[in-house]
């Protein structure tokens, strides 16, 4: 009996699981809960800031600000490379810190202090992007956006005293916004002299501290007072301007260097064309080297005078006689707008013969384009005495500094001097129909130029400008524009003004040297760094 109760009850348990299961499946398909809704798709498009945000965590630089390159390809290369640089700059800092420390521990009566372990970790640094600035200088410049979020294990063995301790770092987060500059770049391998490193922000910098196994970090208010004195620290040293330079070649020895002295005279010229609506011209003559960074010399100006004379003379250094040229271009001053050029020409340096003087008569040409029939027209002439000197063997100069092109000219009064003004950059500018600044300059009824940045509201131009005066300008205002042209042709708004600044020179004829932003004027939040100098014989 007992035998046929253990059966029947296997059969029931069996056909009751069976049946149970049977019936689970067919509820769990054919009913279904009525509570449910269908999810709500939208497009990207329709989502607000904070929506996106939630669901893109990490939007790529790239993406937010156009003007930021991809640089897919640098972090596949820092990838692949990351065992090996790991290796190189560990080496390199402790070669760096050896000398730094040997020198420090005395002062703290420390036995010594060495690394136990030093690795940067196998997560190499990312860089989120990367800007980059075209000058017409010989430099170049990055801003690239680095995150680096890091497991290096960096551990440091203090003796004093007979006792041992250990600091180790771990956990190290850095994100850092650097502006890299390479200057001057010379055609001598790798290109470039001088590596200039600021920061254009605080850098973000995370890390965790051990001590004998302790996490330091936890001590409450430890770990923000440390952040914030890193940060402090690192920009004090390093926040644009300043910079950290390190230098890769001897400048002098990498660029050219001077060959000899041109002396030029510049003696009169004749039968200029009338440019005044009184029938007279006021001339005067730019002089210039081909393949030189240096400002133009110019002559004085000749009011009212087609026949003029000048007599005046410059030097010039010359470091490729071969592919180097004087340019020579006649201009019509104006006291109010853009002087007008009357005519122009070039003399090739190989043309002279060395040490001797000789006087030339040139046809003022409107350029020096050879199929322009612009060129036939009678423009006047111009007299000019050239003597190339080349320096002897023992007398070529070690060194050749480009500074010394901002010397007071020989023959300038004793109240007079040089009045510089480099045009560094701007912030925050924005026109209404379109963005593309250049800087107009107006100083004593002379105007200058910079060149033109296309779709820019932060423009860089690094350029530099000069104005020789006979006497102090302690009673003038240099005028400064940041103006948009528009690059298409045919559009209503050719040309806005993004503001301007009018600054009074007193100050930097007293100090010397000024470089200041200045608020522009009729601009919401535009900025212009200028920088002056004054500049006198003694």
């Known amino acids: 009996m007992g035998f046929v109760s253990t059966i029947l009850g296997f059969c029931g348990f069996g056909v009751g699981v069976s049946f149970g299961l049977t019936i689970g499946y067919y509820l769990f398909i054919y009913f279904q809960p009525c509570d449910v809704k269908d999810p709500v798709i939208r497009p990207l498009v329709e989502r607000d800031t ?97 995150k680096w979020a890091g497991n290096p294990n960096v551990t440091v063995a203090i003796k004093a005293f007979g006792l041992k301790a250990t600091v180790q770092v771990v956990d190290l987060q850095v994100f850092a916004a650097p502006r890299i500059t390479l200057k001057p770049l010379v055609p001598s391998f790798p290109c470039f002299a001088n590596i200039y490193v600021s920061l254009m922000e605080k850098p973000h910098v995370d890390f965790g501290l051990k001590l004998l196994g302790a996490d330091l970090m936890s001590i409450p208010g430890l770990y923000r007072f440390v952040q914030e004195t890193i940060k402090d620290q690192v920009a004090n040293m390093y926040l644009w301007p300043k910079t950290l330079d390190v230098q890769i070649l001897d400048p002098s020895k990498a660029m050219k260097r001077p060959v000899g002295i041109l002396h030029v005279k510049i003696l009169r010229a004749m039968k200029l064309r009338k440019k005044d609506i009184l029938g007279a011209s006021d001339p005067y003559v730019k002089v210039k080297l081909t393949e030189s960074k240096l400002p133009s010399k110019k002559t004085t100006v000749k009011h009212k005078n087609l026949n003029p004379e000048w007599d005046e003379e410059f030097s010039m250094v010359v470091k490729d006689p071969e592919s180097q040229a004087l340019e020579l271009s006649v201009y019509d001053w104006e006291q109010i707008g853009k002087h007008e050029k009357m005519g122009m020409n070039v003399i090739p340096l190989k043309d002279l013969t060395p040490d001797e003087s000789k006087t030339m008569t040139l046809d003022l040409l409107k350029n020096m384009d050879s199929n322009d029939t612009q060129n036939d027209k009678d423009r006047g002439q111009i007299m000019v005495e050239l003597t190339y000197k080349p320096f002897k063997e023992d007398e070529l100069p070690k060194e050749f500094k480009e500074s010394d092109a901002h010397k007071v000219p020989e023959g300038t009064p004793p109240e007079g001097g040089v009045l510089m003004i480099m045009v560094h950059e701007a912030q925050d500018v924005e026109g209404k129909h379109h963005t593309n600044p250049y800087v107009r300059l107006i100083f004593k009824g002379e105007e200058r130029k910079t060149k033109q940045v296309k779709k820019n509201r932060d423009p ?45 020179l007193s100050d930097v004829v007293s100090n010397k040297r000024i470089n200041e932003k200045y608020h522009l004027i009729d601009s919401k939040n535009g900025r212009l760094q200028v920088e002056l100098q004054w500049r006198t014989a003694s």
């Open 50 to 146: 904070k929506s996106l945000q939630q669901l893109l965590s990490e939007i790529p630089l790239w993406v937010k600000c156009p003007d930021y390159d991809r640089v897919d390809w640098l972090n596949k290369f820092i990838e692949y490379m990351w065992p090996y640089l790991d290796k190189a700059i560990c080496r390199t800092a402790k070669d760096i810190a050896a000398p730094i420390v040997a020198e420090q521990i005395p002062k703290y009566k420390i036995d010594s202090v060495e690394f136990e372990t030093l690795t940067l970790g196998s997560l190499p640094p990312t860089f989120q992007g990367m800007k980059v600035y075209v000058t017409d200088e010989k430099e170049l410049i990055m801003e690239p956006s680095v």
């Open 460 to 504: 860089r131009w690094e350029e530099e400008f000069t104005f020789v005066l006979e006497e102090a300008p302690v009673n003038d205002r240099l005028h400064m524009e940041v103006l948009s042209t528009s690059t298409r042709i045919g559009l209503l708004h050719p040309k806005e003004v993004l503001g301007y600044v009018d600054i009074n």
